[in-house]
Nanobody, 115 residues
């Protein structure tokens, strides 16, 4: 059973930083394609960043240069370092894991950036 569990959300001022963590269970973490998506009220869900098992990373244009995704396969964990946060980054952030053609989602963690 693959079950991503996020942590690290919270309230931060504009310009601040947060680091989200996501631990995903299962002995095959190294082959999971991991990602972070977010959804703000009234907006469509957005893929923020991803890190494939092969080492390819992706960033949405809106976060390039500010967010960094990384993974530690030994700890079954993926991270999202978020710097220079803006009010428009306010959203629920979801960790996703894709393996063997199935997608798994975490419960989400709230990130709120105050102006």
């Amino acid at each position: 059973q693959v079950q991503p569990v996020e942590s690290g959300g919270g309230l931060v001022q504009t310009g601040g930083s947060l680091r989200l963590s996501c631990a995903a269970s299962g002995p095959l973490f190294r082959i999971y394609d991991m990602g972070w998506q977010r959804q703000a009220p009234g907006k469509q869900r957005e893929l923020v960043a991803s890190f494939t098992s092969g080492g390819t990373t992706y960033y949405a244009d809106s976060v390039k240069g500010r967010f960094t995704i990384s993974r530690d396969n030994a700890k079954n964990t993926v991270y999202l370092q978020m710097n220079s946060l803006k009010p428009e980054d306010t959203a629920v952030y979801y960790c996703t894991a894709k393996v063997l053609r199935r997608d798994y989602w975490g419960q989400g963690t709230q990130v709120t950036v105050s102006s």
